[in-house]
């Protein structure tokens, strides 16, 4: 005997349920310098097992001979942890720099990277390194998966406010 279920049934079915979904809302100050480059920056979790997951690394993508990939290196800790391990650019990773005022990254639960999360201590980290200029890293611990939850820090002179949204 065959059984046909309706599409809408088997995504159902096949879908597992959702860890939770992540946002990061990432500010970069608008710095009153007279020699102004917008901040390479890396973001990642750092598991309490020194796992690293990648999530975000704006730089300069742009010229035929990568230049910008030559300057990776002083986002210090990322390129220890994990970057120089990384071909760049990354499907899905890696995007030019930004521009100062405040940018948002939104995950999902069901997501790449967030999907292989498992259940325990986090740290957020977010590092900013600008030619001409200074090099700052933030760190904001959460719990995954959790209830709703917002943490934060604040930067004083790469970064302003890094804020993490955690929703069940």
Same mark, same amino acid.
């Given at each position: 005997?065959?059984?046909?279920?309706?599409?809408?049934?088997?995504?159902?079915?096949?879908?597992?349920?959702?860890?939770?979904?992540?946002?990061?809302?990432?500010?970069?100050?608008?710095?009153?310098?007279?020699?102004?480059?917008?901040?390479?920056?890396?973001?990642?979790?750092?598991?309490?097992?020194?796992?690293?997951?990648?999530?975000?690394?704006?730089?300069?993508?742009?010229?035929? !001979? &990568?230049? *910008?990939?030559?300057? #990776? $290196?002083?986002?210090?800790? +990322?390129?220890?942890?994990?970057?120089?391990?990384? =071909?760049?650019?990354?499907?899905?990773?890696?995007?030019?720099?930004?521009?100062?005022?405040?940018?948002?990254?939104?995950?999902?639960?069901?997501?790449?990277?967030?999907?292989?999360?498992?259940?325990?201590?986090?740290?957020?980290?977010?590092?900013?390194?600008? !030619? &001409?200029? *200074?090099?700052?890293? #933030? $760190?904001?611990?959460?719990? +995954?998966?959790?209830?709703?939850?917002?943490?934060? =820090?604040?930067?004083?002179?790469?970064?302003?406010?890094?804020?993490?949204?955690?929703?069940?």
């Amino acid at each position: 005997m065959r059984i046909i279920l309706p599409a809408a049934l088997v995504g159902l079915i096949a879908t597992p349920a959702l860890a939770g979904d992540m946002a990061v809302k990432i500010q970069l100050p608008d710095l009153q310098v007279a020699e102004y480059h917008k901040p390479y920056v890396a973001v990642w979790i750092e598991g309490s097992d020194k796992s690293v997951t990648n999530l975000a690394v704006w730089y300069e993508v742009k010229g035929k !001979e &990568a230049k *910008g990939n030559k300057w #990776l $290196k002083d986002l210090r800790q +990322w390129w220890r942890k994990s970057g120089r391990e990384l =071909a760049m650019p990354a499907d899905g990773l890696s995007s030019a720099t930004r521009a100062p005022g405040e940018h948002t990254l939104d995950f999902s639960g069901s997501n790449a990277p967030l999907k292989d999360l498992k259940p325990g201590q986090y740290t957020l980290v977010v590092e900013a390194a600008r !030619e &001409a200029g *200074g090099r700052e890293v #933030l $760190k904001v611990p959460f719990t +995954w998966p959790a209830a709703t939850a917002n943490a934060g =820090a604040k930067g004083s002179t790469e970064l302003g406010a890094v804020t993490l949204a955690v929703k069940p």
